[in-house]
């Protein structure tokens, strides 16, 4: 049977890398030792390094005062880190709350006594459209404006037309970091969890641009807590996660020989707007997001009804759709089609769907 893993994240990896993991898993040709098994202080592993920070920095195209540092703790972590490191000097950031993970960096960045303002937001309609700044902003209130480009619970994406102009701008890329196209360098600090999008659990990318971390005070940091102790010392103050690293350098070979950003774009819009169509003409299912700002990377819908939702979800599982029951907070189902995710895995699950359509209406 053939399946498909819709998962939010930790999530489906290209099968190519899952072949090439599982070929060198054992022992690697060069080394006669494991990747799991090799000291982080190796030339296999440095060059390991090494391609990968070149891969993003050219995927991205990013000039040299960005720095690439590969970081522990998750996403999560970066709500702390940011503010640390970022908001030294006015201690006072403006975020946009467009989700649960725009809402969650308000808490921390408290929690460190630095000022959150919320210049908008959009949870009292549940987080259904995206919150923008207003026409007054005025951005020198504040260190910078923090804003999570896709909404992997709620289904909505910044997409590159409406990324604010502003001074310093901090985003959270987790879920949709090298599936569409931005102008990068609006970007000042930039964060993802490698499970989503590049990778597996336990490693974090953040580039940030050095011209402006110079500006900060951080004499009250201490090491771990210091960006620049990870960009000084290439991400290996301590003992990194080498196989995390080993995939997302694997993985992005694979980004790269699928034409960049570029190619997987073009393969995402198509994925998503099938399934998106296919939605807006059922009588059944609904998006629960309409317009631009819908996300291509994580598409979340529903029948109407909770119960059914969570029964058809099951049922889906049985047939080889896996993942596919909304995060809990808003229920109703979410595929997640992400790069790696086979446009294969959408045209089926379309015509699993259609089945399940006719199945309840003629009941
Ligand atoms: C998953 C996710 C996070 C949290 O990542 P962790 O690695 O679990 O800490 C943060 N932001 C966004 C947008 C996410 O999708």
Redesign the pocket.
Known sequence: MTTYNFS??PSSLPTEVMTQITQELTKNQATHMSILEISHRTPQFENILDEAKASLKSLLDLPDNYKVMFLS???????EMVPMNLATRLKKIAILDSGN?AH?PIGAAEALNVTVDVPGTTRSIKYRELPHLPAQFDDTQYDYVHL?T????EGTTYHQEDIPDVQHLVA????NILAEPYDFKKFDLIFA?A??NLGI?GI?LAIVNQDWLDEQDLSHLAPMQKYQTAIDKDSMYNTPPVFAIYVLNLVLKWIEQSGGIAGLYEKNQRKAHKLYDYLDHSSFFDAMVTGKERSLTNVVFTSGDAKRDAQIAQKASQAGFYNLAGHRSVGGFRASLYNAQPEQAVDDLIAYLKNVEMEYLND
């Open positions: 939010a994240g703790g998750g996403g999560t972590t970066q709500f993970f969650k999570v896709n909404n992997t619970i959270d890329m987790s879920s969890g499970q989503k659990a974090t």
